[in-house]
Nanobody
Framework: QVQLVESGGGLVQAGGSLRLSCAAS????????MGWHRQAPGKQRELVAV???????NYAVSAKGRFTISRDNAKNSVYLQMNSLKPEDTAVYYC?????????????????WGQGTQVTVSS
């Protein structure tokens, strides 16, 4: 089985920075696209940023210019550097990844979610 574990959340003042980390572990053939989503109280979960295995990135409009997603393929990890944080960034941030596993001649890909890490930005 595959697990995604996030870390790096916390409480910061507006204008501050945080760096989130997520590591995938388990029986992994390869990790494909990885990303970060967030869910604020009373709101739907939304995509923040994604990165492909080749390093191509996409960002939500609200994150572009302030957040940077990166990955370390050797560590099966993805990171989210968040700068110039705003109170509206307050949410639980979830790591997400498409992971391919193999069994004999078969390979299969599933989508996995981490448990989430709380980010709170005070005004």
């Amino acid at each position: 089985q595959v697990q995604l574990v996030e870390s790096g959340g916390g409480l910061v003042q507006a204008g501050g920075s945080l760096r989130l980390s997520c590591a995938a572990s388990g029986s992994i053939l390869r990790v494909n696209a990885m990303g970060w989503h967030r869910q604020a109280p009373g709101k739907q979960r939304e995509l923040v940023a994604v990165i492909t295995s080749g390093g191509n990135t996409n960002y939500a409009v609200s994150a572009k210019g302030r957040f940077t997603i990166s990955r370390d393929n050797a560590k099966n990890s993805v990171y989210l550097q968040m700068n110039s944080l705003k109170p509206e960034d307050t949410a639980v941030y979830y790591c997400n990844a498409d992971v391919t596993r193999s069994s004999g001649s078969y390979s299969y890909t599933n989508n996995y979610w981490g448990q989430g890490t709380q980010v709170t930005v005070s005004s």
